[in-house]
């Protein structure tokens, strides 16, 4: 979901028009109808969002973020 998300705010975008075949796509994290849309506010993918402008794989950022809040 964050992941969609990201995609989307990338392109700046809070949401995109429905698949045409939304309902077979239904999930608990993601409006599907009317809108395709993240059901979460957008503050975790912001945060993520340098990953998807810079290329970098998903999971670093995450990673980096969990290993500074252990640090701590």
């Given at each position: 979901?964050?992941?969609?998300?990201?995609r989307?705010?990338?392109?700046?975008?809070?949401w995109?028009?429905?698949?045409?075949?939304?309902?077979f796509?239904?999930?608990?994290?993601?409006?599907?109808?009317?809108v395709?849309?993240?059901?979460?506010?957008?503050?975790?993918?912001?945060?993520?969002?340098?990953?998807?402008w810079?290329n970098?794989?998903?999971?670093?950022?995450?990673?980096?973020v969990?290993?500074?809040?252990?640090?701590m």
């Amino acid at each position: 979901m964050h992941l969609v998300q990201m995609r989307m705010l990338a392109h700046g975008k809070l949401w995109t028009q429905p698949h045409e075949l939304a309902e077979f796509f239904e999930t608990f994290h993601v409006f599907v109808e009317p809108v395709y849309a993240s059901v979460y506010f957008p503050g975790t993918a912001l945060m993520y969002l340098p990953a998807v402008w810079l290329n970098l794989p998903f999971w670093l950022l995450p990673l980096l973020v969990a290993g500074g809040g252990a640090a701590m």
